[in-house]
């Protein structure tokens, strides 16, 4: 059982939402058991989605610009879902690091190998974000 937490936006969006991340949980980690995933949906942030691990690699928190169009939310919360998985599935990984001087980075890296000076539209993860965001839309829209 998965545990969906939803705050923010609309119930229109709010009810879309739920049933993305419940698709992206079958199509991306169909084993997984008990996952919990906290969304919040904002018209307060830059981008248009972030996900971070909150407790373990099976608890993650999702935010998602709300300012869109349906396509660009469902989008959004396809590519975050990724993360999710790549979270869950330890290929995406961050340690906290003291840098020589003293200072802390958090360090990220994909299936062991350090990625945190590559230029965004280069990451790997990000590439595998895209591309699966692109093939899970049009099977969601399918679904419909």
Known sequence: MHDIYIEGGTKRQRDIADKVISFCIQRLMPKAR???????????MPDLGGCWLLDNHRSFGIEVNTISKTKDLILSLIH???HAKQYYKKELTE?????????MINKVYWKGKDCTDIEYKNLPYE?????????LYKEYKQCL
């Open 95 to 103: 340690a906290l690091t003291m840098k020589t001087e003293g200072t």
């Open 127 to 135: 590439i595998e974000a895209y591309d699966k965001q692109e093939t």
């Open 34 to 44: 008990s996952l919990n995933v906290e969304l919040t949906l904002t018209k307060d």
């Open 80 to 82: 975050e879902m990724v």
